[in-house]
Structures are given as structure tokens and as C-alpha cells.
Antibody, heavy 119, light 106 residues
Framework: QVQLQESGPGLVKPSDTLSLTCDVSGYSISSSHWWGWIRQPPGKGLEWIGY???????YYNPSLKSRVTMSVDTSKNQISLKLTSVTAVDTAVYYCTRIHNSGGYPDYWGQGTLVTVSS | EIVMTQSPAILSVSPGERATLSCRASQSVSSNLAWYHQEPGQAPRLLIY???TRATGISARFSGSGYGTEFTLTISSLQSEDFAVYYC?????????FGQGTKLEI
């Protein structure tokens, strides 16, 4: 059973960097799947941040591209997300996902982690 | 970016009845369309992909249809666990995008 678990600080100060990790269990991230991050501001809809392959190929949402860095650590079976220069609009639940092989839609989701940007 | 528009924003239906949710794309996405169900405090769950293929373990009460710019999710014989928010998502062109959601309420 594939399981994804996000972790990281729940509170980040404005202008700081948001850093999250996603531990994947029950499946090797080096297998043939992409891995993505999606976020959801409280009470609002879903927004793609980007997705990454274990080889390092990455797609970032152009709206966030200048501030986002995603990476994989195959030795830890883990993916990571960094978002720089955060503001209140970056307050959201951040989800780690596995992308289905046949297209760009997640078939497995982590439970999500709420990150609040506030001083 | 492709804009996905869902209607209605809120749909009130009684248990046992059928619900029909709509999703429109601002340009053709072929059949590269997925539907998700999200309960409060939970992550979304994949229901449909390829516009009409049910994901593993999804009840046959859920059916998807459509192609190009117009899509429909139909839920027959609504059960209590079906009352939640539903999102469509296009994965035809990056950045992929979600609709704003339809809340299905009793």
C-alpha cells in the first residue's frame, strides 16, 4: 500500500522559506512514477505547484516557478519542496502526491500539512 | 493556462437521488480530465480519469462522460458518504488546473 506523509514547520514567517518533505512508503520513488505537490488555501480550491521524476526532471507551475525548488532523495525514498519569500497568500494545506502512470493526475495523496505564513 | 469552470457551485440533492455535476474547460483538453471527491479535512480522492474511467475501488454509481470542453460526473443513488466537494482537473496542458469545486449537500 502506497503511503505518503508530509512533514515540516506549521508556521513560517513572511519572507522566509517554506520547506517540506514527503516520506513515501510502500513504493520506491525510483520506479516509473512522477511525484507532485499540490496546495489548497483554507476554504479554497486546489493549485498545482509542480511535479518531479526521480531522475530530476521537473515541471514547475509558471506562477510559482521563480520561488519553487523540488528535489528527490532516492536513498531516503523522499521528495522535498522549498518555497522562498513566502507571504500570507502561501498559507495552505500542502499535499504530496503520486502521479498516475497514464497521465498527470494523482492517484495517491498524503494527508496534507497546513503551513501558515504569519509573523 | 486552461481555466476549468464547475457548475453549480452548490448542489442540493436528497439521499437516493441522482446528482449531475458539470465541468467546462476554456479550451479542449481531449479526454484528459479527472474527477476527485474531497471530504472535510481529508485529501482529495481520485474517482475518474480519462473523463470516463473509474479509478480502482470506485463504485459503479460514479460515472463520467464528455470530451473536449464539456464534461459531466453523474452519481446515482446518493449515499451519505457522497456528500462532499467534487473537483475536476485537466491534465492535457501544463500547468494542470482544477475547477473551483462543486459542493454536494443534502
Amino acid at each position: 500500500q502506497v503511503q505518503l506523509q508530509e512533514s515540516g514547520p506549521g508556521l513560517v514567517k513572511p519572507s522566509d522559506t517554506l520547506s517540506l518533505t514527503c516520506d513515501v512508503s510502500g513504493y520506491s520513488i525510483s520506479s516509473s512514477h512522477w511525484w507532485g505537490w499540490i496546495r489548497q488555501p483554507p476554504g479554497k480550491g486546489l493549485e498545482w505547484i509542480g511535479y518531479i521524476y526521480y531522475t530530476g526532471s521537473i515541471y514547475y507551475n509558471p506562477s510559482l516557478k521563480s520561488r519553487v525548488t523540488m528535489s528527490v532523495d532516492t536513498s531516503k525514498n523522499q521528495i522535498s519542496l522549498k518555497l522562498t519569500s513566502v507571504t500570507a497568500v502561501d498559507t495552505a494545506v500542502y499535499y504530496c502526491t503520486r502521479i498516475h502512470n497514464s497521465g498527470g493526475y494523482p492517484d495517491y495523496w498524503g494527508q496534507g500539512t497546513l503551513v501558515t505564513v504569519s509573523s | 493556462e486552461i481555466v476549468m469552470t464547475q457548475s453549480p457551485a452548490i448542489l442540493s440533492v436528497s439521499p437516493g437521488e441522482r446528482a449531475t455535476l458539470s465541468c467546462r474547460a476554456s479550451q479542449s483538453v481531449s479526454s484528459n480530465l479527472a474527477w476527485y471527491h474531497q471530504e472535510p479535512g481529508q485529501a482529495p480522492r481520485l474517482l475518474i480519469y480519462g473523463a470516463s474511467t473509474r479509478a480502482t475501488g470506485i463504485s459503479a454509481r460514479f460515472s463520467g462522460s464528455g470530451y473536449g470542453t464539456e464534461f459531466t460526473l453523474t452519481i446515482s443513488s446518493l449515499q451519505s458518504e457522497d456528500f462532499a466537494v467534487y473537483y475536476c482537473q485537466q491534465y492535457d496542458d501544463w500547468p494542470y488546473s482544477f475547477g473551483q469545486g462543486t459542493k454536494l449537500e443534502i
